[in-house]
Each structure stands twice: as structure tokens, then as C-alpha cells.
């Protein structure tokens, strides 16, 4: 079975994160302002490309930033990743390389004086409308729609019953099919959550997952998320940080995150666990952007081809 580099590292990490006292500015008026604002008149792009057909349910098939200033986040991911950018209207598709890996939004006046982002996850799902109502019937809620997305497809954005926003997204253009992982590419993405008992009882039961405990040690809980095509997709831990809320975190694979970490700050970012840590194992870091939006960046052996056959 194919797998990230190395999951004890991982967890290791949550660990460290959970003894730091770093404040996270919460995002979640960021995600309920665009939600309840004209998010389906941008002018969006499809999250595939090339039309295939191919569904994979619980895939995680998109992220879109939502800032209060884009431009200095094209700057700082621009310089960290290398990342480009297109326009789309307003709409900015971020660039991995020839490949558009995700989006950014921006909101500067409605977040005016607030200084938040966020990361947001688009889950690939194939009957958007019964799902939304399944989900608001097991106590999570319907935030937007369901509705048709210009160009992207049917959508409902949701809370998970522990408060973590998602999009559902039944892409018109069908998946994007895993072909290989590449530096500066989304490696998997994590779940913080209040409640890891609920998360994984939801998660299964959206995405058809299979769920393994990846931790030994009895006081620490953190798994791992296989979809039905035995792909990893994610991670679930408790949130690390007092006053944070649900949300998912998306992770970026990475050269070498020790060199990442050294140029955050002068980008306008800040580490929030440093690869260096002997805990961290020089393989996983945590970062804040200059706009507020949280991610990881891990090291991860090519010969370990996670999300592929």
C-alpha cells in the first residue's frame, strides 16, 4: 500500500505543535463571508482540466485561498514555491509548474481590520444534494446551496458536525487523476478537530474511507485517511491550539523544508514549527503566511508514491 514518507513523523510533529502557544487568528468569518457573498458568480476554473469521466469519491480534488490581500500572497507562495499565477477575472489560479493546482480569493474589504485566511478543501462527492442533506441530519450544516458553480460543477458548502467547513463538489469535468506527486504539489491534508471520534465516524461515512490509527502511544490520537481506492487523503488530530477551531490544513510536499523554513520570514511568514526541531525530524514544518493562512510543507520520498496505484 502506498503511503507519505514516513507517518511516526507526522504525528511527532502534531505532537510538538500541540506544546506550542502560538495563537492561530480563527478563519472561519473569512469562510462564512465568502460563502454568503457572490462566490458563484467568479469566474472560476474547472478542477480538471481535461475531461475524464473518472469520479474517485472522497478525493480531495481542490484548495482555494481566501484572503483579505492577494497580491501578497501571490508574493509569498510565488517566493517560497516558486508557485505562478493567471487571472480568471478575479478569480487567481495558482500554478504549480503548467499545472493549476488551486485559487485564490480575495475579500479586502469585507475583512478590512481583520487581518484572516484561510485554506479551504474541495471533496470530491457524487450526489451533492442528498449528502448535504445527510450531513445536516447527523448535526453538521449546510452553509451555501447546493448550487451549480460556474465552471466547476455541483456544489454545497458545508460544517462537518465538529464545525470544520468543506465544499462537496461534483466536478463537471470529472477528477483529476493522481499522476505522480511533484515538489510543490498538495501531499495530503489534515483535520483538526474537537472531536476525533465524530470526525471519523463523518468522514468514513462521506468519502467511503478506511481509517488507521497511526499513533502507539495511548494518550495521543492520530489517523489517517484511505479513500476506496486505498490512496491516503488525510489526517485527523485534535486541534493543537487553544481558542482554533475545527478546519482541515493542507500540506505541501517539499524539497527540504529546512531551506523553506529559512525563507518564510523574509517573505513576510512565520514558522510556527521549525523542521529543525528533534522532534520534526527536519522532515514536516508549520507555517503562517502574511496574510494569516496556515499550512504545512513536509519532505516526502518519491519512491513512496502516495496517492497513486
Known sequence: MDSPNDIDNRFL????????????????????????????????????????????????????????????????????????????????????????????????????????????????????????????SIGGEILKGPGNMINRGRYATVLDPTGAPLVLLHSDNGDPQKNGIQVGDWLWNELWTTDIGAALDFYQDLGGYAAQKASSEEEEDYWVLLDTQEHYQGGITVIPFEDLPSQWVPVVRVADPLTIAAQVASLGGEVIVNPDHPLSDGNVALIRDPTGGIFMVESWDSENKAGEE
Not at 71 to 81: D, I, N, V
Not at 114 to 127: L, V
Open 13 to 136: 510533529c502534531q505532537n510538538l505543535i500541540r506544546k506550542s502557544r502560538f495563537y492561530v487568528i480563527c478563519f472561519l468569518f473569512t469562510f462564512l463571508v465568502i460563502i454568503q457573498t457572490a462566490c458563484t458568480q467568479i469566474k472560476l476554473i474547472p478542477v480538471n482540466q481535461n475531461p475524464s469521466g473518472y469520479y474517485n469519491q472522497g478525493q480531495i480534488i481542490w484548495h482555494d485561498l481566501l484572503t483579505d490581500d492577494v497580491e501578497t500572497a501571490k508574493s509569498f507562495y510565488g517566493g517560497l514555491f516558486g508557485w505562478r499565477f493567471k487571472q480568471s477575472g478575479s478569480y487567481t489560479i495558482v500554478m504549480n509548474g503548467s499545472n493549476p493546482i488551486g485559487g485564490m480569493v480575495e475579500l479586502k474589504d469585507e475583512l478590512k481590520d481583520k487581518r484572516s485566511a484561510g485554506w479551504i478543501t474541495y471533496f470530491s462527492i457524487p450526489e451533492v444534494d442528498d449528502t448535504a442533506n445527510w450531513v445536516q
